[in-house]
Nanobody, 125 residues
C-alpha cells in the first residue's frame, strides 16, 4: 500500500500563488508516476500535471489550461511532489488530489493507483 499526504491548499485571490506539497510513503516502486488532479463541484476529476520517475523517463505533462502558470516538481529520492501554482484564476478552484501510480510488473504485484485525501484550493475573484 501507498500513503499520500497533501498540504498547502487554501484561499487566495485571483492572480495570487499557492504551492501544494505531497509526500508518499509505503510500497513505491522505481517505475512510477506522480501527479496532481483536481475536481471542481459537479465536474469530473481531471489531470493537472504529472511527472514520471527517473527510471520511467522523468518527463512531465500538463493540462493545457495550466501550462504557462503551474510548475510540477518532484524529488524521486524522497518521493515527494510539489505543484507551484501562479496567476491563479477562479476557475482553478477545486479539490486537488495527489496521485501515485506504480508502473512496474503486474505479475509481481508492482502495479497500483493511489490517491491522497485531497486539499481544497479556492481562488476568489
Amino acid at each position: 500500500q501507498v500513503r499520500l499526504v497533501e498540504s498547502g491548499g487554501g484561499l487566495v485571490q485571483a492572480g495570487g500563488s499557492l504551492t501544494l506539497h505531497c509526500a508518499a510513503s509505503g510500497s513505491i516502486f522505481a517505475h512510477n508516476q506522480m501527479g496532481w488532479y483536481r475536481q471542481a463541484p459537479g465536474q469530473e476529476r481531471e489531470l493537472v500535471a504529472t511527472v514520471f520517475s527517473t527510471l520511467s523517463g522523468g518527463y512531465t505533462d500538463y493540462q493545457d489550461s495550466v501550462k504557462d502558470r503551474f510548475t510540477v516538481s518532484r524529488d524521486s529520492w524522497a518521493n515527494t511532489i510539489s505543484l507551484q501554482m501562479n496567476i491563479l484564476k477562479p476557475e482553478d478552484t477545486a479539490v486537488y488530489y495527489c496521485n501515485l501510480k506504480n508502473l512496474g510488473s503486474e505479475t509481481m504485484g508492482q502495479r497500483g493507483d493511489y490517491w491522497g485525501q485531497g486539499t481544497q484550493v479556492t481562488v476568489s475573484s
